[in-house]
């Protein structure tokens, strides 16, 4: 079983500035990890994932994620914030099952603001 | 637009009505999930298909609930004698894979 914490309810930034946005994973075995935003008013669009492999993954808009195993995180960067960046982050595991649905668990995420 | 859409975006219901969305998947997706969100959560999981065999369903989905996906291509969630607090955004999503879900735009449905 897989489960994920998100310590920050809220993260501010300056536009320009890097950003992060904090994941850490409690799992027994290999962890499959994944990072949803959603923005104001529309769904959950995916951004990366990481399976197995690199441990640096890139994903969609510039994001990119760390999967370090020694810290157990999976955190959410980019090097440089826009004001279009601010929405709803999720760090979400699939959890696994014998009917092979690895349906995704959400916590209630970070919401980031990206300030001009 | 190959992406994953659902019908309708808005729904405003009475309570004790019944009301039925429909998600039409990513074409060659066999992989189908609903979700639920309500407002300051994240979504949480209701059921999911494989085809069209519903293999999984979450206790969230009461017996008011239900679903299906006839011939493994579009799906339908029903819900009998809504309650408000049913009030919440309801999610599609797809995949090909365990590697990851695509998301519908959600329906959005009020109950007063």
């Known amino acids: 079983a897989q489960s994920v914490a998100q310590p920050e309810d809220q993260v501010n930034v300056a536009e320009g500035n890097p950003l992060t946005v904090k994941c850490t994973y409690s799992?027994?075995?290999?962890?499959?990890l994944f990072w949803y935003v959603q923005y104001p008013n529309r769904g959950l669009q995916f951004l990366l994932k990481y399976i197995t492999g690199d441990n640096l993954v890139k994903g969609s808009y510039g994001f990119e994620a760390e999967f370090n195993k020694s810290q157990t995180s999976f955190h959410l960067k980019k090097p440089s914030a826009l004001v279009s960046d601010s929405a709803l982050y999720f760090c979400a595991p699939p959890a696994g099952s014998g009917a092979g649905s690895y349906q995704l668990t959400f916590g209630k995420g970070t919401k980031l603001s990206v300030i001009p | 637009d190959t992406g994953v859409s659902q019908d309708p975006r808005h729904k405003i219901t009475k309570r004790g009505q019944n009301v039925t969305f429909r998600c039409d998947p990513i074409s060659e997706h066999n992989r189908l999930y609903w979700y639920r969100q309500t407002l300051g959560q994240g979504p949480e999981f209701l059921t999911y298909f494989q085809n069209e065999a519903q293999l999984e369903k979450s206790r969230l989905l009461s017996d008011r609930f239900s679903a299906e996906r006839p011939k493994g291509s579009f799906s339908t969630l029903e819900i009998q004698r809504t309650e408000q607090g049913d009030s919440a955004m309801y999610l599609c999503a797809s995949s090909l894979t365990a590697a990851g879900q695509f998301f519908g735009p959600g329906t959005r449905l009020t109950v007063l």
């Open positions: 799992v027994s075995g290999n962890p499959y």
